[in-house]
């Protein structure tokens, strides 16, 4: 090694100004840019070092003193997530962070898996590793670890040592509470005052969170990880998961309540929802209900879909070997995910085995047996499927003859804990892999190549975030894209066309908020969801959240006896945005009274009522908060379909003063007027439809009632300003908000 190649070279960024929301400016040094270059040459990593820097720049300082931050880092599954953070890892070293600890899995393979990952991508093993890194993987807590740990600290306050000698340590440690407690133990015993520590939580939202909340205790693996906090008094915690609505829904007075938010851009290889379940289901095949499996439907033999998923899979092996292996064309894979029960694995891979063992079987027949020419006319029915979305497919021909070939360089693999330990993959054995299993394959499992997944198993009890992290089938898949095929159960392929939409909003939300640098307190939680799906499991949700959907529907306030003060703010509101209107008569019978008459102001823009009105407008209930806010997000929604929407504005009864009673807690007994004339009933509502009739039937319409409030017959408050949204069919988009007090 050369000095040259010992020295660090730094490269500043922009430092006129921080970014918005930054604490700090971090440099993006040899370490970051060298991890970065190897993985993505040719400046298509500089996305990546964009975002660390962005990451870690509103993390703590590491010049500042003893301090605590909390970041969301938000992607898709399959999409980076720990390229990622090991690039803010290495960004961290760069800048003088000295302690790393990753929290790395639940189990020993996903462990394993994130470490070898590290050692990898970090260059931990090369030849000039041990001058920059120092590793421990669930280290006890003992008299050893704690002496080297301590000297490699203390190299970093030694000003002899040369910057780019001084070692990070490294620790990764598995999502557990023994392996946590033996961490903090030895933490404990260290002198960590003012030592800058970065500690990544990877698929945050599992087994972190406290599943006690509502009984007000605190689960186990949540306190320890407050105490591994507590034990690093100088540190930023970053949160990495692709389904963040439960972090983002807990009490955000927390402690693990995120600060700040970062929403990561995959690369252009990258499919997504959107690829599968935007568009044409080109990619998407539904199991019939006969071939899944459940206590009143007992499978005694394959289902013909997964024989069919089969034959997809093998045809797209014999491609791949056809094509060559290479380091792009490393693997090719195949996942059934029949059940969480490891019963069902068991009886599935024996299934596939046998499978396998028949075919191989007519495959040596002589070519005019019968057996053999109907299974080579079901790999055509494969074959041509395929062709369908790969054009350039080699013949039938070369195909068949390289079946033989694929099956036998495919294995089939049960990944589950059922033999005591879950095995680990080595996808140097073979091209072709089927592995068989369920829970053990969901988060932060890795399949290499990943071409067909065949899950005949419903969404469960619908929680959002369950469902997408099963989506195993996303990924750097754009190069064989056209060999790819998901096989589900109708009610997953509806649970998670819906997550698409849910994603997209809920990603654009947390981006706008990451680009105006406002802290995540001050998001309001809203998503578009599926009254199908939840967002998460309850059992970390401290907060009720109200859900619903807008159509042909009115949202009229429940409380609307306020405090003075937002009385007043709201009243000036309302005046100023009515200011700016025309207004003609609305037209109706010349028998109406006078509190039936009302003024209407048409094509209005749906930007200026949301900006001007809308939005500033106050609402105290808990419970009309969360509804306008609802309303809101469908609004914003239709503003993305059409920048140009308008809608219509009422003054109503602007010649009359309206009155209207309120019980004690502010509540109006009822704010719309009603039909007239109310008997005889064939003559009902013929002088006066009422006022929920008074609308646009296509268009959003907006009613602002100034009414005298009332109890027990006394004149409690004058000239209140209401606000009542009508919402028309064609907006309709299902949500979920939560309010949480500040």
């Known amino acids: 090694m050369n000095d040259e190649d010992s020295t660090a070279i730094v490269t500043p960024l922009d430092t006129r100004k921080l970014a918005p929301g930054a604490n700090w400016q971090p440099e993006i040094g040899a370490e970051a840019r060298g991890i970065v270059e190897r993985k993505l040459?040719?400046?298509?990593?500089?996305?990546?070092?964009?975002?660390?820097?962005?990451?870690?720049?509103?993390?703590?300082?590491?010049?500042?003193?003893?301090?605590?931050?909390?970041?969301?880092?938000?992607?898709?599954?399959?999409?980076?997530?720990?390229?990622?953070?090991?690039?803010?890892?290495a960004l961290a070293r760069d800048n003088g962070y000295q302690l790393v600890v990753v929290i790395a899995g639940i189990s020993k393979p996903l462990l394993n898996q994130s470490t070898q990952r590290l050692r990898k991508d970090l260059m931990v093993d090369d030849v000039d590793g041990h001058l920059r890194w120092v590793t421990y993987t669930n280290p006890v807590n003992n008299e050893n670890n704690r002496r080297y740990i301590q000297q490699a600290l203390d190299e970093w306050r030694d000003p002899q040592v040369p910057e780019n000698e001084r070692a990070t340590i490294l620790i990764t440690v598995m999502k557990?509470?023994?392996?946590?407690?033996?961490?903090?133990?030895?933490?404990?015993?260290?002198?960590?005052?003012?030592?800058?520590?970065?500690?990544?939580?990877d698929e945050a939202d599992q087994a972190s969170l406290n599943t006690l909340v509502n009984r007000g205790r605190e689960s186990t693996t949540y306190r320890r990880l407050l105490e591994l906090r507590d034990a690093a008094p100088c540190h930023t915690f970053l949160q990495y998961t692709a389904t963040p609505q439960a972090p983002l829904l807990i009490n955000i007075i927390d402690s693990l309540s995120p600060e700040f938010v970062e929403v990561l851009e995959p690369g252009d290889d990258y499919v997504g929802g959107e690829s599968f379940f935007g568009g044409m289901h080109d990619l998407v095949c539904v199991i019939p209900p006969q071939d899944i499996p459940s206590d009143n439907n007992p499978l005694a033999e394959?289902?013909?879909?997964?024989?069919?998923?089969?034959?997809?899979?093998?045809?797209?092996?014999?491609?791949?070997?056809?094509?060559?292996?290479?380091?792009?064309?490393?693997?090719?894979?195949?996942?059934?995910?029949?059940?969480?029960?490891?019963?069902?694995?068991?009886?599935?891979?024996?299934?596939?085995?046998?499978?396998?063992?028949?075919?191989?079987?007519?495959?040596?027949?002589?070519?005019?047996?019968?057996?053999?020419?109907?299974?080579?006319?079901?790999?055509?029915?494969?074959?041509?499927?395929?062709?369908?979305?790969?054009?350039?497919?080699?013949?039938?021909?070369?195909?068949?003859?390289?079946?033989?070939?694929?099956?036998?360089?495919?294995?089939?693999?049960?990944?589950?804990?059922?033999?005591?330990?879950?095995?680990?993959?080595?996808?140097?054995?073979?091209?072709?892999?089927?592995?068989?299993?369920?829970?053990?394959?969901?988060?932060?499992?890795?399949?290499?190549?990943?071409?067909?997944?065949?899950?005949?198993?419903?969404?469960?009890?619908?929680?959002?975030?369950?469902?997408?992290?099963?989506?195993?089938?996303?990924?750097?898949?754009?190069?064989?894209?056209?060999?790819?095929?998901?096989?589900?159960?109708?009610?997953?392929?509806?649970?998670?066309?819906?997550?698409?939409?849910?994603?997209?909003?809920?990603?654009?939300?947390?981006?706008?908020?990451?680009?105006?640098g406002q802290p995540l307190v001050t998001w309001k939680r809203a998503f578009v969801l599926s009254p199908d799906l939840r967002p998460c499991r309850n059992n970390v949700i401290r907060y009720d959240y109200a859900r619903g959907s807008y159509a042909n529907k009115w949202f009229a306030p429940r409380v609307v006896l306020t405090p003075q003060v937002v009385t007043d703010e709201n009243r000036d509101i309302t005046q100023s945005f009515l200011d700016t209107l025309d207004f003609g008569p609305d037209e109706g019978s010349p028998e109406r009274e006078p509190a039936q008459?009302?003024?209407?102001?048409?094509?209005?823009?749906?930007?200026?009522?949301?900006?001007?009105?809308?939005?500033?407008?106050?609402?105290?209930?808990?419970?009309?908060?969360?509804?306008?806010?609802?309303?809101?997000?469908?609004?914003?929604?239709?503003?993305?379909?059409?920048?140009?929407?308008?809608?219509?504005?009422?003054?109503?009864?602007?010649?009359?003063?309206?009155?209207?009673?309120?019980?004690?807690?502010?509540?109006?007994?009822?704010?719309?007027?009603?039909?007239?004339p109310v008997n005889p009933p064939a003559l009902r509502g013929t002088v006066y439809p009422g006022d929920r009739s008074i609308h646009e039937p296509e268009d959003i319409s907006i009613q602002i009632h100034f009414v005298e409030l009332t109890q027990n017959k006394e004149v409690v408050a004058r000239a209140v300003p209401v606000i009542a949204v009508w919402v028309p069919r064609r907006f309709e988009l299902p949500w979920v908000v939560q309010d949480q007090p500040q």
């Open 302 to 516: 394959p289902p013909p879909s997964l024989l069919d998923s089969l034959r997809v899979f093998l045809v797209g092996v014999a491609a791949g070997l056809i094509q060559g292996r290479s380091r792009e064309n490393a693997n090719r894979s195949m996942l059934v995910h029949p059940s969480q029960k490891t019963a069902q694995h068991l009886e599935y891979r024996v299934w596939i085995g046998r499978i396998f063992d028949e075919w191989q079987r007519l495959l040596e027949l002589l070519e005019g047996d019968t057996d053999r020419r109907d299974l080579m006319d079901d790999f055509r029915e494969a074959y041509d499927d395929v062709l369908r979305t790969v054009p350039d497919l080699s013949s039938f021909d070369e195909i068949s003859r390289m079946l033989v070939r694929a099956f036998r360089l495919t294995s089939i693999e049960e990944i589950n804990a059922r033999a005591g330990t879950t095995p680990t993959v080595d996808w140097s054995r073979a091209y072709g892999w089927i592995l068989v299993g369920g829970q053990a394959m969901d988060r932060g499992f890795t399949v290499e190549g990943l071409a067909v997944t065949y899950m005949p198993r419903g969404p469960g009890v619908g929680n959002a975030d369950t469902v997408q992290q099963r989506a195993r089938f996303f990924g750097y898949k754009r190069p064989y894209l056209g060999f790819c095929r998901i096989y589900l159960e109708q009610d997953v392929l509806n649970a998670l066309e819906e997550y698409v939409t849910h994603e997209e909003e809920m990603r654009r939300q947390l981006q706008q908020l990451r680009d105006e």
């Open 597 to 676: 008459i009302h003024d209407i102001s048409r094509e209005i823009s749906l930007v200026q009522a949301i900006e001007s009105l809308l939005v500033p407008f106050r609402f105290t209930a808990p419970g009309d908060t969360q509804e306008i806010t609802g309303v809101l997000l469908q609004l914003s929604h239709a503003l993305e379909q059409n920048i140009d929407e308008t809608c219509v504005v009422y003054r109503m009864s602007p010649g009359y003063t309206r009155s209207r009673s309120v019980d004690v807690n502010g509540k109006v007994r009822n704010l719309f007027q009603g039909a007239a």
């Open 176 to 201: 557990n509470y023994r392996h946590l407690e033996n961490l903090i133990a030895l933490l404990r015993r260290l002198n960590l005052d003012h030592v800058p520590t970065l500690i990544v939580d």
């Open 41 to 89: 040459p040719g400046g298509a990593g500089d996305a990546v070092l964009d975002a660390a820097a962005s990451i870690l720049g509103r993390g703590v300082s590491p010049g500042q003193a003893n301090d605590q931050k909390t970041g969301l880092v938000v992607g898709y599954v399959q999409s980076g997530k720990t390229l990622s953070f090991t690039t803010v890892m």
